[in-house]
């Protein structure tokens, strides 16, 4: 039963419409951290690590100890890992890239990992993509945010780190051209160009 409300809020939380002027707010927080990681060619993949506030960290345990004894084992995520993915790549892993004006929309995923500890759940994954490094290219945008609004992303670039590419000047800044929930919300996008 747990695990159909688990899923039943996966599902609310990436698929529901919003509807006439409903004034939501979220109901999950949410701190993210970014990894950019390059190779030879550009951007090759994002970590991604998400940590919940502590009562949604409850509310989801709940849903993934399903023996119930406070700890989340390797086996019980291992066993919804794969819809809860299913879920997320609905929404591009609520990781939205822009480059040169372009979305891009995001569907794999490895190294998905749970964690619950301290009665906190943190998420962490990688996304493979590939950004070519181009004297072509402007300026690459990165949000994390769920146009839904039912959860609340933070992101500070004081999370975001980079491997593989010296030198990179990354930055954080409102991003209104990614405004969403009617376009009451202005995310913050982190920033860079090659």
Same mark, same amino acid.
């Given at each position: 039963? #747990?695990?159909?409300?688990?899923?039943?809020?996966?599902? +609310?939380?990436?698929?529901?419409?919003? #509807?006439?002027?409903?004034?939501?707010?979220?109901?999950?927080?949410?701190?993210?951290?970014?990894?950019?990681?390059?190779?030879?060619?550009?951007?090759?993949?994002?970590?991604?690590?998400?940590?919940?506030?502590?009562? *949604?960290?409850?509310?989801?345990?709940?849903?993934?100890?399903?023996? *119930?004894?406070?700890?989340?084992?390797?086996?019980?995520?291992?066993?919804?890992?794969? +819809?809860? +993915?299913?879920?997320? #790549?609905?929404?591009?892993?609520?990781?939205?890239?822009?480059?040169?004006?372009?979305?891009?929309?995001?569907?794999?995923?490895?190294?998905?990992?749970?964690?619950?500890?301290?009665?906190?759940?943190?998420?962490?994954? #990688?996304?493979?993509?590939?950004?070519?490094?181009?004297?072509?290219?402007?300026?690459?945008?990165?949000?994390?945010?769920?146009?839904?609004?039912?959860?609340?992303?933070?992101?500070?670039?004081?999370?975001?780190?980079?491997?593989?590419?010296?030198?990179?000047?990354?930055?954080?800044?409102?991003?209104?051209?990614? *405004?969403?929930?009617?376009?009451?919300?202005?995310?913050?996008?982190?920033?860079? +160009?090659?």
């Amino acid at each position: 039963m #747990r695990y159909c409300f688990f899923c039943f809020w996966c599902l +609310a939380l990436c698929v529901l419409p919003l #509807r006439g002027t409903a004034h939501a707010h979220p109901h999950v927080f949410v701190d993210a951290a970014l990894g950019l990681n390059f190779d030879a060619k550009g951007l090759a993949s994002l970590d991604v690590t998400w940590v919940f506030d502590e009562m *949604a960290s409850q509310l989801f345990l709940e849903d993934l100890d399903t023996d *119930a004894d406070g700890v989340l084992e390797q086996s019980e995520w291992d066993s919804k890992k794969d +819809a809860i +993915a299913d879920v997320l #790549r609905e929404q591009s892993f609520f990781v939205h890239v822009v480059v040169n004006s372009e979305r891009i929309h995001l569907t794999q995923i490895t190294n998905f990992q749970a964690k619950f500890d301290s009665g906190v759940l943190t998420y962490t994954m #990688r996304l493979p993509l590939s950004i070519p490094d181009s004297p072509a290219q402007d300026t690459v945008q990165i949000s994390v945010f769920d146009p839904s609004y039912y959860t609340d992303f933070y992101t500070p670039v004081e999370s975001v780190s980079v491997t593989g590419k010296k030198g990179l000047s990354v930055s954080s800044q409102d991003a209104p051209d990614l *405004a969403f929930y009617m376009g009451q919300v202005i995310p913050v996008a982190i920033t860079f +160009a090659f």
